[in-house]
């Protein structure tokens, strides 16, 4: 009867430890030294997709396939030799796929001493190192952001002048050489221009300013853009819904996002043609997207996705997609800002990206944007000021560069502006109080020593509430500004911006509304 007893209590003991080491969330297994599977648990047999019975009748070798054995037979073979040792291995398994796994190697040794196996205990660590890798990148985009922000400004400042200077020059140019290159300077301005918006874009977030807009007026206008610039070889495939909803987001910024995705599915077709589609589409999420997009979250989203029947991305390189100056492309013909920008832009939309992509297969990137549930408003077409619409209006331009200051004259004074300059906001008091009713426009910088924009912006309102107002940057935008600030300026213009850009926004500007009070003299 005690034997009944021992033998029952016996089989009690191997059932508890049989569901123990079944519950567990991890891989365990007891290798013997000829690499055969003595144990293993059910965890084991769901990462190989197989039967238990299947996986105990195998070499451990043949098991896990030949490059994930290379991998860990050195360190089973320390373990058997007596060594207790723990690992981390990227491994490729059957049905679990490419998983980052954290295994510890212990010796199993008889009451002799002798070691008689091993037992490897192995975690899945993928999702940490995932989410390890999103904290560097963010990291690297915060350092990569501090810089772009400190020399933006003055990057700015210096092509601000040369942006304005080619419409300056040409109607005294009349030789079609000479106007060629006025037209390279300004294309590379541009392009310089371009390439610190990106930067800025990606490093410290974009500041969108957001309404209400369908997604598919976006990718037609893209579209057309593109029409002309693909070669023949790939086609162009539009999916629209019938029934648009709306996303709150800035236009110019998804055109952007649209452009940078095109641009490299084209590239990605262009040794042997394909097919380009632009879809959009209304998605319910239920739950989070994989593990590959830590920030999902579930809701409703306008789901933007680019695909190409191209040449894929290599799975090394997926990781890095996102990472700045990283690009597979020949030299010169990438800066490896475009989707890092694109990357950034949609994050300040409150959306996501998820990248799917296999080497001969062609590559979608699928764009999720919170629906809204405003309706899109009616574009109104820009304001253009015409020749000679100065009328003799005063103008005070306010910025601690000369060059800019002496650009942005020369254009006012061939529209029939007239002009005062300061060079820092206590000079800019000294010419509101020498004449006050006489300044109808005043366009200041906001980054400026001794007095900055910010500051004379407050005495300027305080002085003159309805007077307009154009503020300048090249490194603050208005969403950075404080709310008092931000309401007492009617137009924002980023730098560096051409004449018809400050021409148009002079053009929107309000009325200026008379003084109603006497004028304090400048600050002290």
């Known amino acids: 009867m005690e034997r009944v007893h021992a033998e029952q209590a ?37 990462w190989f997709d197989e039967p238990l019975a299947t996986i105990l009748s195998r070499l451990l070798p043949e098991q896990v396939g030949a490059a994930a054995w290379q991998e860990i037979q050195p360190f089973i073979d320390r373990a058997l030799a007596g060594e207790a040792l723990v690992h981390e291995h990227d491994l490729v398994l059957r049905a679990a796929g490419h998983r980052c796994l954290s295994i510890c190697y212990s010796p199993d040794r008889d009451a002799a001493g002798t070691v008689r196996g ?9 999702s940490r190192k995932q989410l390890e ?26 092509l601000q002048p040369v942006l304005m200077a080619p419409e300056l020059l040409r109607p005294a140019i009349h030789d079609a050489e ?12 541009r392009r310089g221009a371009e390439i610190i918006k990106q930067l800025l874009a990606f490093g410290r977030g974009t500041e969108a300013c957001r309404v209400p807009l369908h997604l598919g007026s976006v990718v037609t206008e893209t579209i057309s853009m593109l029409g002309g610039t693909f070669p023949k070889d790939i086609a162009l495939r539009c999916e629209l819904p019938a029934q648009p909803s709306t996303v709150l987001g800035d236009s110019t910024q998804l055109h952007q996002v649209l452009m940078n995705l095109c641009v490299n599915a084209r590239d990605a077709m262009r040794t042997t043609g394909g097919t380009l589609t632009l879809r959009v589409e209304s998605v319910l999420l239920v739950q989070p997207v994989p593990d590959s997009v830590p920030e999902s979250r579930p809701g409703r989203y306008q789901v933007l996705t680019v695909a190409d029947t191209g040449t894929g991305i290599l799975p090394e390189n997926l990781p890095r997609l996102f990472d700045p100056f990283f690009t597979t492309k020949d030299v010169g013909e990438g800066t490896g800002l475009g989707l890092p920008t694109v990357l950034g832009i949609v994050r300040s939309h409150d959306g996501f990206l998820h990248v799917a992509s296999r080497p001969g297969h062609g590559s979608a990137f699928r764009v999720f944007l919170p629906e809204s549930n405003e309706a899109a408003a009616p574009s109104a077409p820009p304001a253009v000021l015409p ?104 137009i924002f213009l980023p730098k560096p911006f051409d004449a018809a850009q400050l021409l148009a926004a002079l053009g929107r500007l309000p009325s200026p509304a008379p003084p109603d009070s006497p004028v304090a003299g400048p600050l002290e």
């Open 10 to 46: 016996l089989r009690h003991r191997e059932h508890q430890l049989r569901l123990i080491i079944d519950t567990v969330p991890a891989l365990i297994a007891h290798i013997d030294p000829t690499y055969r599977c003595r144990l293993i648990n059910q965890t084991f047999a769901l």
């Open 118 to 126: 091993i037992v490897i205990l192995a975690n899945d660590i993928t």
């Open 133 to 158: 890798a999103q904290l560097l990148r963010s990291q690297r985009l915060e350092v990569v952001g501090r810089l772009a922000g400190g020399v933006a400004h003055d990057l700015n400042n210096i």
């Open 178 to 189: 000479t106007l060629q290159l006025v037209d390279t300077i300004e294309t590379s301005v």
């Open 387 to 490: 020749p000679n619409a100065g009328a003799g209006r005063l103008v005070l331009v306010v910025d601690d560069e000369a060059p800019v200051r002496e650009l942005i004259r020369h254009t006012l004074l061939r529209h029939d502006f007239q002009v005062r300059e300061a060079a820092n906001g206590a000079e800019a008091l000294v010419q509101l109080a020498l004449e006050t009713s006489a300044i109808a426009i005043v366009i200041v910088d906001l980054l400026m020593p001794i007095l900055d924009g910010t500051d004379f912006i407050r005495e300027l309102r305080a002085r003159r509430p309805g007077l307009p107002l154009i503020a300048i940057s090249g490194h603050l935008g208005p969403q950075r500004l404080a709310p008092d600030v931000f309401e007492a300026i009617h």
